[in-house]
């Protein structure tokens, strides 16, 4: 096994076990090829979960990474810098939200979220204090800190992790009635995944979010939507809401925000509901960093001057049609938008990953039975040939 059996013992014996990864040890990567420390080369069909879109160690984001690194890297926000006041006006602009709050995980940003939604409907809607309640999806995922498993109905994310956050109602997801009917004076917002991805790649019912926004607009409920691994291109449109010509009060973006170099993530809204925030009402120490805002901003001039949005909706069409061609007792639907597709499987689909591996291709399960192919945006149409070649030979040698 070479050195990488090395690497996975040292992993395994001091690392926390919270990961089932792949057995592959990364090195090195460029584009959408990464190597292993043995030295076999593979495909990226996972861009660690949509957060490199542009790409592994993209060349104008390395520029801008080191160039920024050797100004000045954290000033905290008790003093200003000279690259937020940038990345602001660089993603208002390209978002159209008339302001942003800068964090770092995905996480934070939804909690940054879940805040302010709270505070303008106590504030500002009229909620009695404390009663302000939150709609969300079954099936969701939305990050990991303790209030937001608190509305996560996957038993596995909180089992043991109580107790948790009150103030959350959960509807079935693509259940436009549902959410009407569990909207009271006390809510405050609706925040929805407008495709669900560790779900499964779970395309809601054409017109779903179109409803949901008028539901919510009639009931001066926000509509907020997680696009933490939909946005920024993914599905083919900047953010996967357009599908639907919405337009959401709020809007969570991370993952692919800074090409992978730098997790930062960010809240976008309103002056009326990011009015609510006062000095000393939220905040980070790393957030809105002048890194993070440098490697950010160009990561954003990327997708639009490489075209990533067009690409990955002219990609994505014609690989889904590829997919779905594929012959196999194994499939029972590819299912996505751009390049994010979910193939579903009537069995597990960890063995498929584990032979697709084996092959050169990266891809990792989600929920059991789907596997999700979301390589970086970057990729080309020869690329996605040589990787459905090996995709088709996987389910011919797996299905018998
Ligand atoms: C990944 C993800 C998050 C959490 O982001 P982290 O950076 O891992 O905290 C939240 N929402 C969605 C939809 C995601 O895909």
Redesign the pocket.
Known sequence: MGKTGTFIALEERYGAHNYHPLDIVIRRAEGVWVEDVDGKRYIDFLAA?SAVNQGHCHPRLLKAFRRQAARVTLTSRAFRNDQLPLLCRDLCEMTGYARMLPMN????A?ETAVKAARKWGHKIKGIPDNRAEIIACEGN????TTTIVSFSTDPQYRDGFGPFTPGFKMIPYGDAAALAAAITPNTCAFLV?PIQ??AGIVVPPAGFLRKAAEICRAHNVLLLC?E???GLGRTGKLFAYEWENVRPDGL?V??ALAGGFY?V?AFLTSDEVMGVFRPGDHGSTFGGNPLGAAVAREALAVIVEERLVERSRELGEWFMAKLAAIKSRSIVTARGKGLWIGLVLNRPARPYCEALKDEGVLCKETHENVIRFAPPLVITKQELNWALRRVEKVFRGLDG
């Open positions: 979960y995980s995905g996480a934070e939804v995922f939305h990050g990991r995944e991805g560790e997680d933490i691994q939909s969570i991370g993952k997790p993530s």
